[in-house]
């Protein structure tokens, strides 16, 4: 049985970019990559995935491209007033944005259901140890559920 979903929203520090979310989440994936860390100034990052369908932005973000360690380009969305990063999209995930949870008006509404690139984890940085974990991403040819990764709540099954 599928739980009821509200919608999510969130959006910058100082409020001239908002989002809403009116999906349930994809995943909600915690992200050890060298990238991660670089762009968070952190060990790593929590990101909720979203299909594109399911959001929406108000206001307009600025944006920074990178290659990330598939070749593939990666965007960040970024507040141009206040610097708050707020989600990614690029080649790899396609038709899903990664917003991060951080920028949630309420980030306890999402738990984290993974840990990948622990591989490139900084020693000081822990993981919860009932979290399924990956040295690098998981294997994305295989439904989440088929390498341990609970489906999100409220999420569809694919």
């Known amino acids: ?10 959006g910058c520090m100082c409020g001239a970019v ?12 915690q992200c050890f990559c060298r990238d991660c860390q670089l762009a968070t100034g952190t060990g790593h990052t ?5 299909l594109d369908e399911n959001f929406r932005v ?6 920074y491209t990178t290659t990330g360690d598939t070749g593939g380009k990666v965007v960040r969305h970024f507040c141009g007033t206040c610097g708050s990063r707020l989600f990614t999209s690029g080649d790899l995930p396609g ?10 008006d309420d980030p306890n509404r ?16 822990k993981v919860d140890p009932d ?6 991403m998981y294997p994305l040819e295989q439904p989440p559920q088929e390498v341990g990764i609970k489906p999100a709540p409220g999420a569809s099954p694919r």
């Open 110 to 125: 999402v738990t984290p259901q993974a840990a990948v690139y622990l591989g490139k984890a900084a020693h000081w940085d």
């Open 95 to 104: 038709p899903l944005r990664m917003v991060q949870s951080g920028t949630l």
């Open 58 to 63: 108000d206001g307009a973000p600025k944006t």
């Open 131 to 136: 979290l399924p974990q990956f040295e690098g």
């Open 1 to 10: 049985m599928m739980q009821e979903f509200n919608s999510l929203t969130g």
């Open 18 to 29: 908002r989002y809403s979310i009116n999906s349930a989440p994809e995943f909600v994936i």
């Open 46 to 50: 929590t990101v909720v995935g979203v």
